[in-house]
């Protein structure tokens, strides 16, 4: 077969696909399969345009703008952009999916200027604009670059001399917002200065860029070292980096920190960036980012103080990597909160031990650690499926508020504001 520029991946994911349903046309030999229209390449007639497409026994092959392009014939079919397939209003499908013939083939196929014409069995017409095919395949979105991130230690965060935002500046300009926000998603954390010292003040900020999201800890927390909650952040020992909220099956997803008051010594903020430490993993031993990657823990939270009776579980990996192209997309880390481990064989367990060694030996490197001392007017935005969090001990009166908050909504502004997230 001519198509064989399949990714290692893909091949994989095909040879299991091809043991489950396929069509039983498919796997009769007859004479257009053993000779398919592969010889037959249909080229534009202007050469500037530099596309050419065949059409498969099982595919679409498209070569358009230097991109070998397949497409199984249903996707084809239910990505139908016309109006009784898609609600251009709402951006919803309206085609019954499940009514598409899985053996399905376009009758004729025909190429106009710059958009593809699919006319199916039943005479309904899809047509595709190049750009959009090119765009949206599994071919053109592998090359899209991912997430744009600057990953950083001490040294390169330090170096960057990143700016705060302004409280007025983050309340009342889109540019401000959009400055903090884009820098928010490059570094995974970022600061708004200048803010009064009060609960109502931060809430203000949270609500500008998301929805609060509310938890077993409240809406919005306030909190001092009273242990009026059953865990160590309510205390003033020290805290190892960690992440939040790791006892979620979806982990919060930014924190907000705004330290009103201290009266004492200590108490300075941790923070590391986990995602350049599991780059470290990834670069030094890629086996052992991999079982990261694989296997599924628990992290519990079991609190019996006072009024407040809670017992969460989130299950998940330490790190988290999309399936498709491997990249990291939330690190789950915090050994205070990590459960009983019995999702996988002793062999594996230790391994994996080993593999979260490495992993710890890159986050506590000294280098890797930047430190701050919070102050009243200074609020700190943390990525919380990034950034670890720590605090050192301290003395005195201390007085911490903050919220979490939902990613979706966080993203979504950003996006709204015209940033890639
Ligand atoms: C105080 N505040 C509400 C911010 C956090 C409390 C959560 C602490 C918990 N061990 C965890 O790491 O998730
Ligand atoms: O007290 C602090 O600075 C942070 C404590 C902590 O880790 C938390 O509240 O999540
Ligand atoms: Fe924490």
């Not at 900020?205 to 509310?214: F, Y």
């Not at 628990?298 to 498709?324: A, D, F, K, Q, S």
Request: a neutral charge; glycine letters at 6%; charged letters at 20%.
């Amino acid at each position: 077969m001519w198509c064989c520029r399949l990714s290692h991946l893909h091949g994989r994911l095909q040879n299991l696909l091809s043991r489950g349903v396929t069509c039983s046309a498919f796997q009769q030999p007859n004479f257009k399969s053993l000779f398919p229209l592969a010889i037959r390449w249909h080229h534009t007639a202007s050469k500037s345009l530099n596309c050419a497409w065949q059409q498969h026994e099982d595919h679409f092959e498209l070569q358009y703008a230097n991109t070998v392009m397949c497409f199984d014939y249903v996707w084809l079919r239910d990505h139908c952009r016309s109006a009784s397939c898609y609600n251009s209003k709402t951006h919803q499908r309206s085609l019954d999916t499940a009514s598409v013939d899985l053996c399905i083939k376009p009758k004729t196929i025909r190429l106009d200027e710059t958009t593809l014409f699919f006319t199916w069995p039943d005479g309904h017409v899809t047509k595709y604009d190049l750009d959009w095919l090119g765009k949206k395949s599994y071919e053109g979105q592998k090359q899209k670059v991912i997430q744009p991130r600057i990953l950083w230690n001490a040294e390169i965060y330090q170096q960057a001399q990143v700016p705060s935002v302004d409280f007025q500046s983050f309340l009342e300009t889109n540019d401000g917002l959009k400055n903090f926000l884009q820098n928010f998603l490059l570094y995974g954390i970022a600061f708004v200065e200048n803010v009064p010292p009060t609960q109502e003040h931060t809430e203000k900020l949270a609500e500008r860029i998301s929805l609060i999201r509310e938890t077993i800890y409240g809406r919005m927390w306030y909190f001092t070292s009273d242990f009026s909650r059953g865990d160590t952040a309510y205390t003033k020992l020290a805290l190892d980096r960690h992440t939040d909220t790791a006892y979620f099956q979806e982990p919060c997803g930014i924190q907000v920190f705004h330290c009103l008051k201290h009266e004492g010594t200590g108490g300075r903020t941790l923070l590391v960036d986990g995602f350049y430490a599991a780059d470290q993993v990834l670069q030094k031993a890629p086996e052992e980012f991999e079982l990261l990657t694989k296997v599924p823990l628990r992290h519990e939270y079991i609190e019996n103080v006072g009024e407040c009776h809670n017992h969460m579980i989130g299950v998940g990996p330490v790190l988290n990597t999309y399936p498709w192209n491997k990249e990291l997309y939330l690190i789950r880390y915090n050994n205070y909160d990590r459960a009983v481990i019995n999702t996988v064989p002793y062999d594996v367990v230790h391994r994996w031990y080993t593999a979260h060694r490495t992993l710890t030996v890159e986050l506590r490197r000294p280098e890797n650690e930047f430190w701050v001392k919070l102050k009243p007017g200074r609020v700190l935005f943390i990525d919380n499926w990034r950034v670890l969090h720590g605090r050192e001990s301290f003395t005195g009166y201390r007085q911490l508020c903050g919220c979490y908050l939902t990613r979706d909504d966080v993203l979504n502004t950003a996006r709204l504001l015209g940033l890639q997230a």
